[in-house]
């Protein structure tokens, strides 16, 4: 079966930058062509919902010079690819707090998210700004001002950025590192795991296939026998 929500923890653009002797930066504009790409493939192999993990609530550690540069490139896809993704009948959600950015990169994501709302062939989560812990306390924030005090697991998942979406069957790390990274915590406790040592620049249509060929192979017992 192909799994109907595939979630990536894109990592290793600097790496990959690195081993070319090039700046970091050009890592993540080959990674974007990797993104593109993916979401082509994913579409086509018949799944339904992908979410890749682009920026964290913990990347502002980084450089300014980097964040800038980064929030430049993720603008300019979202711009670029918003009428390639509108007919090919795919939805654009972002997760995560979006009140970071500046009026008119916000705008124009708001915008796409606006036009492509009523696709349904495929949805793109695009996890920006985005931590699982400060997705949890949102949640938990916005419960308590609708005075909900014994939530249960459905009420809870329908106030993060996912609701109304299954949780993730697979799980794909790039780049080795066994970690999530403050990634989707809830929304993963039963997804299957996946780590690669390529680079994210160099992840293909192939190697996502490898890893929905080693998801088929699981056997998911979701704690039964
Ligand atoms: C992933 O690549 C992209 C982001 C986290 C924004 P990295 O930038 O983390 O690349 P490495 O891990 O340093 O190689
Ligand atoms: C995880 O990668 C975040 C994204 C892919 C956006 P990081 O490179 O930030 O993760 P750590 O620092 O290795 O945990
Ligand atoms: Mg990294």
């Known amino acids: 079966m192909i799994p109907g929500h595939v979630a990536i923890i894109m990592d290793g653009n600097g ?14 504009r080959q990674g974007v062509e990797t993104i593109k790409e993916i979401v082509k493939a994913a579409n086509g192999l018949g799944i339904k919902i992908l979410t890749l993990y682009a920026f964290s609530t913990e990347n502002w550690k980084r450089p300014q010079g980097e964040i800038k540069s980064l929030f430049s490139i993720i603008g300019q896809f979202i711009k670029e690819e918003l009428k390639e ?7 654009l959600r972002i997760l995560g707090d979006l009140s970071k950015f500046s009026e008119s990169v916000r705008s124009e994501i708001e915008n796409a998210c606006a036009v492509t709302s009523q696709n349904a062939k495929f949805e793109l989560n695009i996890a920006l700004n985005y931590g699982a812990r400060q997705e949890l306390i949102r949640a938990f924030e916005m419960m308590s ?3 909900i005090k014994r939530p249960t697991e459905e009420v809870v998942s329908s106030f993060l950025y996912t609701c109304g979406q299954p949780d993730p069957d697979l799980l794909i790390r790039t780049s080795g590192e066994f970690r999530l990274s403050n990634f989707l915590l809830w929304q993963i406790a039963y997804s299957e795991i996946y780590v690669t040592n390529k680079l994210w620049p160099d992840f293909s249509r192939d190697d996502l296939k490898t890893a929905i060929a080693a998801f088929q192979k699981r056997r998911r017992r979701f704690g039964g026998l």
């Open 15 to 28: 790496r990959w930058a690195k081993k070319k002797y090039l700046p970091r930066i050009f890592g993540h």
């Open 85 to 91: 993704l509108n007919d090919l009948g795919i939805r």
């Open 145 to 147: 001002e609708q005075g």
